[in-house]
């Protein structure tokens, strides 16, 4: 069992619509990362968590560490938003990267 | 503030070739990331380098890949000779503190095709 999971894998929606994904997690960690990759390969940190629940713009991601899992939601969602979101954790001494949730959002 | 950059952005080679890519971290960032993302999956960490010191090469096959920093700033990973499996995304990052848990900025990566 991979110790970083997130679901759906894939994802489709239409523009307009309320996106969650989810990243859980079994390993003790100091923060989680939600990253965004476009095709092409270049990746942009998003947000770094540690506790509580944090915002940007149409973009907000929470943590519940008690629980071991976070969500990445994105409100009135654009086709611009089409990327893979990659989950990744810190534990003290390394990094480990979720395999990612490929979203397509369509006109 | 100019980002990580990394060159080429494309390579494809045949196997048993040698390739080297390049990158330049963003300015002041003491610790650099090799990583290597195949198809599919979530990257996985080659190399990490702390000034022109290697931290962690734990999971770098030392056998054909190679990497260097010499002067703290930039850095060169070789592969030599190339496998078909390694054709992947091979991505640069950057962050301020050999910490893992600071933020960490990604280049645009090289993909690289071995056939």
């Known amino acids: 069992k991979n110790e970083v999971e997130q679901s759906p894998q894939n994802l489709t929606a239409q523009e307009g619509e309320f996106i969650t994904i989810n990243c859980s997690y079994s390993?003790?960690?100091?923060?989680l990362h939600w990253l965004q990759q476009h095709p092409g390969g270049g990746i942009v940190s998003l947000f770094m968590?540690?506790?509580g629940k944090k915002k940007h713009g149409r973009l907000i991601a929470t943590i519940n560490i008690q629980e071991k899992h976070s969500s990445l939601h994105i409100t009135a969602s654009h086709p611009r938003d089409s990327a893979v979101y990659i989950c990744a954790v810190s534990p003290p001494d390394k990094l480990i990267f979720g395999t990612g949730t490929r979203l397509q959002v369509f006109p | 503030e100019a980002g990580v950059a990394q060159s080429p952005r494309y390579k494809i080679i045949e196997k048993r070739q040698s390739v080297a890519f390049w990158c330049n971290p963003i300015s002041g960032h003491a610790t650099l990331y090799w990583y290597q993302q195949i198809l599919g999956q979530g990257p996985k960490l080659l190399i990490q380098f702390q000034n022109n010191g290697v931290v962690d090469d734990s999971q770098l096959p030392k056998d054909r890949f190679s990497a260097e920093r010499l002067k703290g700033v930039d850095s060169t990973l070789k592969i030599q000779p190339a496998k078909l499996e390694d054709s992947a995304v091979y991505l640069c990052?950057?962050?301020?503190?050999?910490?893992?848990?600071?933020?960490?900025?990604f280049g645009p990566g090289t993909r690289l095709t071995v056939t």
């Open positions: 990052a950057s962050s301020l503190h050999f910490d893992r848990t600071y933020e960490q900025y």
């Open positions: 390993v003790g960690i100091s923060a």
């Open positions: 968590l540690s506790s």
